[in-house]
C-alpha cells in the first residue's frame, strides 16, 4: 500500500504543479484584461433583467445571421 500511495502523490504532486501553472497563466490574461479596460461580467453588483438577457440574445442571433448571408 505504501508504494501506490507514494506513486500516486508523485503524479498527484506533478499534477497540482501543472493546475498551479495553468492558474496562474489564467490570473495573468485577467489582469492583462482589467488594465485594456475590459469588465468582468460576474463581478458586477447588477443583475441583468430578462429583457437585457433577450436584447443581448436577440442581437447576437442577428450579427450571426448577417455572418452567415455575407458567406454566401
Do not use: C
Request: no cysteine; proline share 0%.
Amino acid at each position: 500500500m505504501g508504494i501506490i500511495k507514494n506513486l500516486s502523490s508523485f503524479f498527484l504532486k506533478d499534477e497540482l504543479i501543472e493546475h498551479k501553472k495553468a492558474l496562474d497563466y489564467l490570473s495573468e490574461s485577467l489582469q492583462e484584461l482589467k488594465e485594456q479596460g475590459w469588465v468582468e461580467l460576474n463581478k458586477t453588483d447588477k443583475e441583468l433583467t430578462i429583457e437585457e438577457l433577450n436584447l443581448i440574445q436577440n442581437t447576437a442571433y442577428i450579427y450571426f445571421l448577417r455572418i452567415l448571408l455575407q458567406d454566401r
